[in-house]
């Protein structure tokens, strides 16, 4: 019979005793994120360096039947990293190797645990002419994880969801195999996950680690502009988001766009500020697309429903910094070191309702909110943020943040919208509306790939 | 300031922009870097400590050393993005002096304490031999423009006392009218309120500032960037009051009053930043501007310098508690790798601290005659013709 010490034992031998902890204190801060799902602790925190570590630590789990729960920086805010049922946590942060860049293919290769940070500093230095889809999360985020759970960048309006731009995947399986995902299984080459052969990647992009661990990815880099400024502008009605919006898109001119919306401070109540950045190689190339960018908007701006605000030199850094630190600062504004937001991903054409209801359920359980949405593929949809702000040291204000937050992913599910990096509850919610043959097919797909349940459970768990 | 640290330690919110340097191209915090586990960053000891306020976490040694092991580098204040980011190194020391008033604290910490209080300095060595070092060096008396405060490091480490010679000899050449202590002089207290014993270090401050008042001490410069910081920051609260400088602040002064002259000297150096003169006191000119005054003299920057540069892990008493000790990852090994891949062949520190740390683990990553630690002084020396 399996123990706690002999499992112990065994991830000594796998990674050395410095990388293994079943202390109290590692056990209580991994078994909580910054959001507001209820904690749970591992059985054991690890952190293994090479795929052939983690290929052992899996297949001791799979034998031993322990829960494995793979984390990156743990900056969802959903609990999606929670050990619910305790078992092993493997930090992947210690794989960070960025292991190959082609120039001329465009893509990158990452270990399972490089930080989105550490990548963007790698390819300013080393290949200033290329460069990824950044997301606002803090840097510390993993490009790992935020594929897995489908995140949005800087590019995302261009290309797509980052989980599109991945190029190839290594992963070991819950069995213990570790298996090439795309072209690198059968090239040397990393430049397609999936096409022209059976796109395998989807079994593992936004599974939440419950059908394998990651360590290597592939990932498409774009080109990297000499120059990049921001256009801001401020309209007042909700009703006129979508349409603008849309123009921005039909430019074909503009990197990245996305909205901002809270009633504090005062000055910024009743307002969106429309963010359009655009890039160039020269100044003459930045200025054709600001006149682009003025052309198609110019209709609302000459009825007075749209105004443009000069960016001030103290604005702008700010507003041009990828990450944006900003986005992180949201958590103190109530002076108390938490946020968590619901970001589902719906049609362009919700945007006035989603605001509505933001506005109401912010009214109805007293919490501050705020909004950001990004525009995501061409106008194919955006990720509308139903965002809270509250005080950790206040349990009645967390208590309404949450029923705030669970509201508006039940009506955004009512609205048509799906749920983006769902906590459990949500997955359930999304589970019970899904088509059965869906969730049926998901059910054979992680009891194949998983026979005995043991990657991160709790988790999308078709009953 | 206990009482602050209760009430606001809750607001951090582990979004771990404290683990970067600005260009997020490496983990910054020492600790961090060193044991990889999310508990030895700033957000997982701000967690943990709210954890412990709460009850929700019971004191443990492993608990204390988490808070121990942090050097107090201020790279995590520089990097947090949210407005409370000055006040993170006052809530650790406040944690820190709960648990010292409870008498919670890692064994290694308690012996620094008791070598402190007995000794007058955390070495445990003879308050007789405080001054072997100085071979003649003037004591202060009425009229001299400086005190020379030595510190712990520079009157019985053997590299720290290389130091307080070099800097005694440049100053006697540049005709600067000073003295120290001798055997008078008392541990200068930095690491003492970094580690959180209050008592001790306000005695430390009273007994100092007495004996400078006793003096007629008006001026005084330090040889580590530990003293200046403490006596900068903390001494005026107590009563301090006295004009404190950095070494490095004095000798710049000299060279552009050309009271120091110097010759060719055709080494290539790397410049460490020493975190009690940097980010604690945004003093990161000074050194470099006495480097590339000397003719021939090549300065280059490692990856991480000024507000970015990655602390050698000996802040807070480590250099003598060496918490983050024994492994490749350890800080100081991590520094001197650095330094070596710019292509330098002369590491160049202002604080005794970080001579002793970087100078050990060159030794220990095999870089023994490929590169040399020097402190600013000794370059100087080397140079003055």
């Known amino acids: 019979m399996v123990t706690m010490s002999t499992v112990y034992e065994s991830l000594v031998k796998i990674v050395g005793k410095d990388h293994v902890s079943n202390r109290k204190e590692e056990q209580y801060f991994y078994a909580r994120d910054g959001g507001l799902m209820p904690a749970h602790e591992p059985d054991y925190v690890v952190l293994p360096r090479t795929t052939e570590e983690v290929k052992q630590i899996v297949t001791l789990a799979n034998k031993e ?37 082609n120039e001329k293919a465009r893509y990158v290769i990452v270990e399972g645990g490089t930080t989105q940070g550490a ?30 759970i489908h995140g949005q960048g800087r590019l995302s309006h261009q290309h797509g969801f980052n989980s599109d731009m991945v190029s190839g995947l290594e992963v070991v399986l819950p069995t213990g195999e570790v298996c090439l ?15 022209p052969l059976p796109d395998l990647s989807g079994l593992f992009l936004g599974w939440f680690g419950t059908t394998g661990i990651i360590t290597k990815l592939g990932l498409k880099l774009y080109p990297c502009k000499k120059m990049r400024d921001i256009m801001l502008f401020i309209a007042d009605r909700a009703e006129l988001i979508p349409d603008i919006m849309l123009k921005l898109s039909h430019t074909e001119m503009v990197e990245d766009v996305t909205i901002s919306a809270q009633p504090l401070p005062l000055r910024y109540k009743g307002t969106f500020w429309i963010m359009a950045y655009i890039t160039g190689d020269s100044e003459d190339e930045l200025e054709f697309k600001r006149k682009m960018v003025w052309d198609a908007l110019w209709v609302h701006y000459e009825k007075r429903d749209l105004g443009f605000l000069s960016v001030s030199p103290d604005m702008k850094p700010p507003l041009m910094s990828m990450p944006s630190k900003d986005t992180t600062r949201f958590a103190d504004v109530a002076k108390g070191g938490g946020f968590q937001y619901a970001g589902p991903i719906t049609p362009i054409e919700k945007f006035p309702t989603f605001m509505q209801k933001l506005e109401e359920v912010a009214k109805k359980y007293n919490v501050f909110y705020s909004s950001a949405t990004r525009l995501i593929g061409s106008g194919h949809c955006m990720m509308f943020s139903f965002s809270f702000s509250f005080n950790r040291a206040n349990p009645d204000e967390m208590a309404r943040a949450k029923q705030a937050l669970d509201e508006c992913s039940k009506f955004a599910l009512k609205e048509g919208g799906v749920l983006w990096k769902a906590d459990l509850d949500e997955q359930k919610m999304l589970m019970q509306k899904m088509d059965p043959n869906t969730l049926s097919l998901m059910k054979k797909i992680k009891l194949l790939l998983d026979p005995n349940g043991i990657m991160n459970p709790g988790n999308w768990e078709v009953q | 300031m206990q009482q602050k640290y209760v009430s606001q330690i809750h607001r951090c919110f582990r979004c771990g922009y404290c683990k970067f340097p600005t260009d997020y191209s490496s983990f910054n915090c020492p600790p961090y870097r060193r044991f990889r586990f999310d508990t030895y960053s700033t957000g997982g000891r701000l967690w943990l400590i709210y954890a412990w306020l709460k009850g929700e976490v019971e004191w443990s040694e492993h608990l204390a050393e988490i808070l121990f092991t942090c050097t107090m580098c201020k790279n995590c204040a520089e990097q947090c993005p949210m407005k409370f980011a000055p006040d993170i190194v006052d809530w650790i020391v406040g944690a820190r002096s709960d648990m010292v008033e409870k008498g919670k604290i890692p064994p290694r910490v308690a012996r620094f304490f008791e070598a402190v209080h007995g000794y007058g300095n955390p070495l445990k060595l003879l308050r007789s031999d405080r001054a072997a070092w100085a071979n003649g060096t003037k004591l202060y008396s009425a009229g001299d423009e400086y005190l020379l405060y030595v510190g712990c490091l520079g009157s019985y480490d053997e590299h720290g006392q290389k130091m307080a010679k070099g800097i005694v000899d440049i100053l006697n050449k540049a005709g600067v009218s000073f003295g120290i202590l001798g055997n008078d002089e008392e541990c200068c207290g930095n690491e003492i309120y970094m580690l959180g014993e209050m008592g001790l270090f306000q005695n430390l401050v009273e007994k100092n500032s007495q004996k400078f008042k006793e003096l007629g001490v008006k001026k005084v410069v330090t040889l580590c960037p530990h003293g200046y910081n403490v006596m900068k920051n903390n001494y005026p609260a107590l009563g301090g009051s006295f004009e404190v400088c950095h070494y490095t602040q004095l000798l710049a002064d000299l060279i552009k009053k050309k009271r120091i002259k110097l010759s060719r000297n055709k080494a290539k150096v790397t410049y460490h930043d020493p975190c009690f003169l940097g980010r604690h006191n945004n003093i990161y000119d000074e050194p470099r501007q006495i480097l590339q005054s000397i003719p021939g003299l090549k300065l280059v920057e490692m990856e991480r310098n000024r507000r970015d540069a990655f602390c050698c892990g000996g802040g807070s008493g480590n250099f003598i508690m060496d918490l983050l000790a024994g492994d490749e990852d350890s800080p100081a090994r991590v520094r001197v790798r650095e330094a070596y891949a710019t292509g330098a062949d002369t590491l160049a520190v202002a604080c005794p601290s970080c001579m002793t740390m970087l100078t050990d683990a060159v030794k220990t990553e095999d870089l023994d005659g490929k590169l040399t630690v020097k402190d600013v002084s000794q370059i100087i020396k080397e140079s003055s013709s």
């Open chain 1, 119 to 148: 990548l963007k500093s790698y390819l300013q230095k080393n290949h200033p002419d290329l460069r990824h889809s950044i997301p606002d999360a803090p840097p510390v985020a993993t490009v790992v994880a935020n594929a897995v």
């Open chain 1, 65 to 101: 039947k322990v829960p494995v729960v793979p984390i990156g920086a743990g900056l969802a805010l959903t609990g999606l990293v929670i050990p619910h049922k305790g078992g092993i946590l493997l930090d992947m942060k210690m794989m960070d190797r960025i292991v190959e860049v």
């Open chain 1, 181 to 195: 995902i795309g072209s690198c299984s059968v090239s040397p080459y990393w430049f397609s996950k999936g096409p």
